[in-house]
């Protein structure tokens, strides 16, 4: 069993910034693959960014270049940093680990809210 916490999340000025981290509670980096996810009132949720187990990563094309997924391995924590925010970006925010060796298992965090107004 893996849990993820979010945190980070909040309101925002259009064009701010916001940095979400997701602490898994265990070492998990090596055999799972972590993704941002988001899902904002009355739409699906969709892929914002994923980091594979070897460091790659993977980017929606509506946050390319704005968006930046990193982790550290010594704290079990993988972040979001989220520059030049718009209104559109304002959904909850979801992270995701998907093991990638053995039985396809997911973990999701709870949620984080981020907020940007105009």
């Known amino acids: 069993q893996v849990q993820l916490v979010e945190s980070g999340g909040g309101l925002v000025q259009a064009g701010g910034s916001l940095r979400l981290s997701c602490a898994a509670s265990?070492?998990?980096?090596?055999?799972?693959?972590m993704g941002w996810y988001r899902q904002a009132p009355g739409k699906q949720r969709e892929l914002v960014a994923t980091?594979?187990?070897?460091?790659?990563?993977n980017y929606a094309d509506s946050v390319k270049g704005r968006f930046t997924i990193s982790r550290d391995n010594a704290k079990n924590t993988v972040y979001l940093q989220m520059n030049s925010l718009k209104t559109e970006d304002t959904a909850v925010y979801y992270c995701?680990?998907?093991?990638?060796?053995?039985?396809?298992?997911?973990?999701w965090g709870q949620g984080t809210q981020v907020t940007v107004s105009s």
């Open positions: 995701n680990a998907r093991r990638q060796i053995g039985s396809r298992i997911d973990y």
């Open positions: 265990r070492s998990i980096f090596s055999i799972y693959a």
């Open positions: 980091m594979s187990t070897g460091g790659s990563t």
